[in-house]
């Protein structure tokens, strides 16, 4: 079974910015995919970034050229970079992390990320 463990959130000013990490235990293969989703109060859970281990990246329309996905395979944790924060980036993060193309997602705790203006 796939842990994840989630750091990195916090509260900032748009513009800013800030970095999340998500590290993986539990798998003794190369993680399938790794990524992020978010949540804001109300709404539902959207995907923000996805990495597979082929290195191949998704994002959502909303973050492209502002955020950035990568992962570390030897350490099986993933990072997201999120630069030019706006406040309706403001959501839970949650890590996700796939061990195969027919699995289950295992989900990190989430962290909560705080935009103001």
């Known amino acids: 079974q796939v842990q994840l463990v989630e750091s990195g959130g916090g509260k900032v000013q748009a513009g800013e910015s800030l970095s999340l990490s998500c590290a993986a235990s539990?798998?003794?293969?190369?993680?399938?995919?790794m990524g992020w989703y978010r949540q804001a109060p109300g709404k539902q859970r959207d995907l923000v970034a996805r990495?597979?281990?082929?290195?191949?990246?998704n994002y959502a329309d909303s973050v492209k050229d502002r955020f950035t996905i990568s992962r570390d395979n030897a350490k099986n944790t993933v990072y997201l970079q999120m630069n030019s924060l706006r406040p309706e980036d403001t959501a839970v993060y949650y890590c996700?992390?796939?061990?195969?193309?027919?699995?289950?997602?295992?989900w990190g705790q989430g962290t909560l990320v705080t935009v103001s203006s």
């Open positions: 539990g798998s003794s293969r190369s993680l399938y995919a």
């Open positions: 996700y992390a796939k061990a195969g193309p027919l699995t289950l997602n295992a």
């Open positions: 990495i597979f281990n082929q290195g191949t990246t």
